[in-house]
C-alpha cells in the first residue's frame, strides 16, 4: 500500500474515541473536537488518494464513520451523553466494519522480478583479413661464387644461369654470408 495514512488514522481515531468514551468535558472536550476534524479530514484525503480499497481502506473509511457519529454527538449543545439512537448506530457501523475488512482480500503486488541468465560469451568468426603491410619485402640475389648481391632487375642478374642463383630476404642476410651491395643496382 503506497498511502500509509489510513492506518495512522486509525490509530489516531482510536485514541479519540478512548476520549470521547470517557466523556470529556470542557476545554478537553474543545480540543478532542478539533482534534476530531482533523481526523477526519485526513481520514478523507487519504481514503480519496487510494486507488484500491483493501483491509486499512475499509477499516479507515469505517473509523471514519464512528468519529463522524461521535462529532456529531458532541457538536450539539447542552448534554453530550451518548443517546441510544447512537449507541445503534455505532454498534451497527462496528460490526459492519469488521465485517467488511475482515473479509476483504488483501492485494498483494509482488514486485516484477529480475530473471537472470548467465550466457556464454558468442564467438563470431574473424572476418577481417589482416592488412598486408605497404612496404615490399626486397629480395636480393647473387650468384655462386660472386662476392656482391643484386636486385633481381640487374642487368648482371640477366647473364647468369637460374641455376646458379642464390636467393636472400635481406641485405642483412646477405651480408652475414660476406657480401657487399652492387654498386649499379643498389646505390
Not at 480540543?31 to 488518494?49: D, G, N, P, Q
Request: net charge positive.
Amino acid at each position: 500500500m503506497e498511502n500509509k495514512g489510513p492506518v495512522l488514522i486509525s490509530y489516531l481515531s482510536q485514541i479519540i474515541l478512548i476520549i470521547v468514551l470517557l466523556q470529556v468535558s470542557g476545554t478537553l472536550k474543545g480540543l478532542t473536537i478539533i482534534v476530531m476534524l482533523i481526523t477526519e479530514a485526513l481520514i478523507i484525503t487519504s481514503l480519496i488518494k487510494e486507488r484500491k480499497w483493501d483491509f486499512q481502506s475499509w477499516y479507515a473509511f469505517f473509523i471514519f464513520i464512528i468519529v463522524l457519529l461521535f462529532l456529531l454527538a458532541h457538536i450539539q449543545p447542552g448534554t453530550s451523553e451518548i443517546t441510544a439512537p447512537l449507541s445503534v448506530e455505532i454498534i451497527v457501523s462496528l460490526i459492519l466494519g469488521f465485517f467488511l475488512t475482515v473479509f476483504s482480500k488483501e492485494s498483494v503486488e509482488e514486485e516484477p522480478g529480475v530473471k537472470v541468465v548467465e550466457m556464454e560469451p558468442t564467438i563470431e568468426p574473424i572476418t577481417e583479413k589482416p592488412k598486408k603491410s605497404t612496404a615490399k619485402k626486397e629480395l636480393l640475389v647473387s650468384a655462386e661464387g660472386s662476392k656482391k648481391y643484386h636486385r633481381p632487375t640487374c642487368a648482371y642478374v640477366s647473364k647468369v644461369p637460374k641455376s646458379k642463383i642464390i636467393v636472400y630476404t635481406s641485405k642483412r642476410q646477405a651480408a652475414g654470408k660476406g657480401l657487399s651491395a652492387c654498386k649499379n643496382c643498389l646505390k
